[in-house]
């Protein structure tokens, strides 16, 4: 038998104003979309800001519905967007903010396993890193250079 160990190797920032500017602009447009969430049942809002290679900024909310799962969220949204909008593009950063209507989010607060994926789909599609950066309402800002830092073991293309 072997042992496989996986290290995942962040950039930790302590606050918004520790990144680099133009990371604080892209994250300030995703607070912004954060804040126009349709979030009715989890009170839990997303947004995310994607910036293009072609210089273009997309911003995605999560958006929730009754019947769940049917909503989407944050990251989805954008990525998706950005897809079919832009379906030449390479998506270079992400910025993702989550604040809770009901309880404080100080820690910064990773994409979920379904927006991983969707992510690493992208990584793949374009043969080049998505740069992540993640936050809660305020306080530390994380960044990983890739999606591969996130989600190692990632299923993609390849497999099929």
Known sequence: MKKITVTTELQVFDS???IPTDIISLMEQAIAIRK???APYSKFRV????LLDNGQV????????????SGLCAERVAIFHAGSVFPEAKIIKMAI???????PTL?????CGSCRQSIAEYETKQKQPIEIYFMGE????????SLDNLLPFSFDKNFL
């Not at 909310?61 to 769940?68: M, R, T, W």
């Not at 305020?138 to 250079?145: K, L, M, N, P």
């Open 16 to 18: 918004l104003d520790a």
């Open 36 to 38: 126009k969430a349709y």
């Open 107 to 111: 820690s910064p607060i990773p994409p």
């Open 47 to 50: 947004g995310a800001a994607l």
């Open 97 to 103: 903010t989550a604040a809770s209507d009901t309880n």
């Open 138 to 145: 305020s306080g530390a800002v994380y960044r990983s250079e």
């Open 58 to 69: 997309v911003l995605g909310s999560n958006q929730e519905n009754a019947a769940y799962p």
